[in-house]
């Protein structure tokens, strides 16, 4: 594994119920992120987390919310979700958010395979 | 604003031949580009990347990739494919100019290697 686990690995969900997503690293990053993996379509940043302050929220519907309660752990609660949210989740990690380079390079967990009924 | 663009869904090669994934961008000043690969049931994987100096970068797996700031573009090369190359491949650029912005990826290009 790359040092970022993702669990559940799968899951299915129906419309009305909650369920989270995990992730969690060993890398001793301070930067986290959820991106989200439709077919065909670019990979779509969700939130970003550095020193577990979100910076960035892409527009993301509010039956999506984040939780990092700490530099290590990242979560994505999810409540009332839609069909078309079925995709898969991936969760990554970098050094920092942005360095003097700016070169940051991501480490991607295995994703999370959301199906929503 | 950045973007990036690869054109092709799908690129087709013979095991054996040379393989080329294309990628174009567009930043306001200069770029940083990378090239990550997904093979099945994974998350991405880092292949290389371009942050100044040299035009070619080499990076794992046999593969390199060559930056042209008059074309714009960041194609990934390997002079001889192997089936297990077969994976799909996201280019992705972040603007030196963009502060804290993060990455954005293009929508992936499939590449099957057929012995």
């Known amino acids: 594994e790359t040092g970022v686990t993702q669990t559940p690995r799968h899951l299915v969900m129906g419309m009305t119920n909650k369920k989270s997503l995990k992730c969690e690293q060993h890398?001793?990053?301070?930067?986290m992120y959820w991106y989200k993996q439709s077919a065909k379509k670019p990979l779509e940043l969700m939130f970003v987390?550095?020193?577990?302050?979100?910076?960035e929220n892409n527009s993301v519907p509010s039956r999506f919310s984040p939780e990092c309660p700490n530099s290590s752990h990242l979560f994505l609660h999810l409540h009332t979700l839609q069909p078309e949210d079925s995709a898969l989740y991936l969760c990554?990690?970098?050094?920092?958010?942005?360095?003097?380079?700016?070169?940051?390079?991501?480490?991607f967990g295995a994703g999370s395979r959301l199906t929503v009924l | 604003a950045q973007s990036v663009a690869q054109p092709e869904d799908q690129v087709n090669v013979a095991e054996g031949n040379p393989l080329t994934v294309k990628c174009t961008y567009s930043v306001s000043g200069n770029p940083y580009l990378f090239w990550y690969v997904q093979y099945p049931n994974r998350g991405l994987q880092f292949l290389l990347k371009y942050i100044t100096g040299d035009n070619l970068v080499k990076g794992s797996y046999g593969f390199e990739a060559e930056f042209n700031k008059s074309q714009t573009s960041f194609h990934l090369k390997k002079p001889s494919a192997l089936v297990s190359d077969s994976a799909l491949y996201f280019c992705?650029?972040?603007?030196?100019?963009?502060?804290?912005?993060?990455?954005?990826f293009g929508k992936g290009t499939r590449l099957s290697v057929i012995a």
């Open positions: 992705a650029v972040r603007d030196l100019l963009s502060g804290n912005t993060p990455l954005v």
């Open positions: 987390y550095n020193f577990k302050e979100q910076t």
């Open positions: 890398l001793g990053h301070n930067a």
């Open positions: 990554a990690s970098s050094q920092d958010l942005a360095t003097s380079s700016g070169a940051n390079v991501l480490t």
